[in-house]
């Protein structure tokens, strides 16, 4: 079952939390409940799930045989002494110097069958090892599948329960009360208390100590562990044991946990400007940045001269999310495009009539760690002769990833559809090349929009090869690439100082703007 589609990002999805702190704004959107115990059906069943989605969906045809073989040599994580070999049509494992089992190998895109051979074999192994017979049904689910994954594409992955719980949550919420906790030798410590949240509303405060929750103690419990307990179905209460600081008894809290999404969206004023940071695209950031900027017209009105998108270090999210962000600004056109091998995965995304900030000047603020999502605003944006992206060259993460929901409540993260921005150009490799460079250039803020505005300024020619890469002679390449490499730092706040003094003057911001339009040819 399709659950989500994500443009990814260039590192893992994974929200990592550290051994000092973890905020409890990632956690689980419901109960995983129990699942059965490993078995023959269970783990044919998730093979069959697996393999047979990488068959239909992968972006390029994969060879099912050579991922099942995969999959089993994978098992050598838990077994080291655990072999596998396929001579012609024979599929044969072993431990050590003893024979373990063989089976005829199907077809070689016959999905369920492998799935069938792949669970056979694994329990015969499993009679034979020791390790692999008292190994849990998730570590050996990510063995196998984290060994599949890697003969596909970097992007593409596997996420045990637990994992895809984070991931789920991250995404699209979970039920919780708001706090972020750190161990204590008498439980944990409320560090922080999120506003307008249950936690903050039924009375706790900073360095509150939770000493039991819904009558289990949690001294020496890991960090993980509460925030699973504090977690739970919205609308449901959860009875707390707490200590305030100062005092020496304690007393009991009851918080009703409701649905909380992570921030994304980070607002405020920058003289006569407004700094909106997009730290990635989750369920909400489309609708936090409308809010943003619905803030920023009320409360600076007529002093409102531009908006800066600072995308810096987005490592991408929701496709849908990136989308609809770009709609708020597009007035009509193409926004992006996705081509893949399943039929779903081709798909173009135009923008809707109306612009919330009714035409105010735009600057985005990118760099070598924008990806993906990030990537889809910043390229529609400056195609579309919307904004000036002002950095240097993006990742150059142009693929979508689709979230299939696994039998165990893991999840197949696969890629599935190459990304190409509304002038035509994949977005992979390469990345978005910035209307303004600031990376790796030791120069002012003046200094960087009077370059820009030059009549020899190489920013048109490096648009225009960009624009037309495909056909792009290999010196062209070559120059394109090294124009303004995704590596290169600026100088530590050039960037906003750049989009301000660029937003500030009209005349030159709309000079800017026209360099991308005629790379373009709109």
């Not at 594409?153 to 637990?162: E, I, K, L, M, V």
């Not at 949240?197 to 819904?214: M, N, Q, T, Y």
């Not at 909106?276 to 609708?287: D, G, H, L, R, Y």
């Not at 399943?342 to 760690?369: C, E, K, W």
């Amino acid at each position: 079952m399709r659950v989500s589609t994500r443009a990814g990002s260039p590192k893992s999805g994974k929200i990592a939390a550290s051994a000092a702190a973890i905020a409890l704004l990632l956690g689980c959107s419901g109960s995983d409940g129990n699942h059965p115990d490993f078995g023959d059906l269970n783990s044919q069943r998730m093979l069959q799930v697996g393999l047979t989605d990488i068959q239909q969906i992968y972006i390029d045809e994969p060879s099912v045989s050579d991922l099942a073989v995969a999959g089993l040599k994978g098992l050598q994580r838990i077994e080291p002494d655990f072999n596998v070999e396929r001579q012609a049509d024979i599929v044969r494992i072993s431990l050590r110097e003893s024979s373990a089992g063989f089976v005829k190998a199907p077809q070689s895109n016959d999905a369920q069958a492998w799935a069938t051979t792949v669970s056979q074999l694994l329990n015969d192994g499993r009679k034979l090892s020791g390790r692999l017979g008292q190994a849990r049904s998730e570590e050996i689910y990510t063995a196998l599948f984290e060994s599949v994954a890697s003969k596909l594409d970097p992007y593409s992955r596997y996420s045990g329960a637990g994992e895809a719980r984070e991931s789920r949550a991250s995404r699209d919420g979970f039920g919780g009360i708001g706090v972020t906790i750190i161990p204590h030798h008498d439980g944990v410590e409320v560090t922080e208390v999120a506003a307008g949240l249950p936690a903050e509303k039924s009375g706790l405060h900073r360095s509150d100590v939770i000493l039991s929750i819904d009558g289990e103690k949690v001294a020496g419990l890991d960090l993980q562990a509460v925030a699973v307990m504090l977690q739970g179905p919205v609308g449901d209460a959860v009875k707390l044991n707490v200590r305030s600081k100062g005092k020496e008894r304690s007393g009991t809290v009851v918080v009703e946990r409701t649905h909380i999404t992570p921030q994304t969206v980070f607002f405020r004023r920058e003289g006569s400007f407004a700094l909106i940071e997009i730290t990635s695209f989750n369920a909400e950031t489309a609708a936090s940045i409308a809010q943003a900027v619905y803030r920023a017209r009320h409360d600076m009105g007529e002093a409102l001269r531009g908006i800066i998108l600072d995308l810096r270090n987005n490592p991408g999210g929701l496709l849908h999310q990136s989308v609809r962000v770009a709609d708020l600004f597009i007035e009509s056109g193409r926004i992006i495009s996705t081509r893949g091998r399943h039929r779903d995965s081709l798909q173009i995304f135009d923008a809707t009539p109306g612009d919330i900030s009714d035409g105010l000047p735009i600057a985005v603020l990118m760099n070598g760690y924008s990806a993906s999502a990030a990537e889809i605003l910043a390229a529609a944006l400056q195609d579309r002769g919307r904004a000036v992206v002002i950095g240097s060259t993006s990742y150059g993460k142009g693929t979508v990833q689709t979230v299939l929901r696994m039998p165990n409540d893991g999840e197949l993260i696969l890629t599935w559809a190459r990304l190409h921005a509304p002038s035509g150009y994949s977005m992979h490799g390469l990345g978005v090349v910035p209307t303004i460079c600031t990376g790796g250039l030791h120069r002012s803020a003046n200094d960087l929009v009077k370059a820009a505005l030059a009549q020899n300024a190489p920013w048109r020619r490096m648009l225009s090869i960009r624009r037309n890469y495909a056909d792009a002679s290999a010196d062209e390449r070559k120059q394109v690439e090294s124009f303004c490499p995704a590596g290169q730092k600026s100088e530590d706040g050039v960037d906003l100082e750049v989009a301000k003094s660029l937003l500030g003057v009209q005349k030159g911001y709309m000079q800017t703007i026209q360099i991308a339009r005629t790379a373009n040819g709109f």
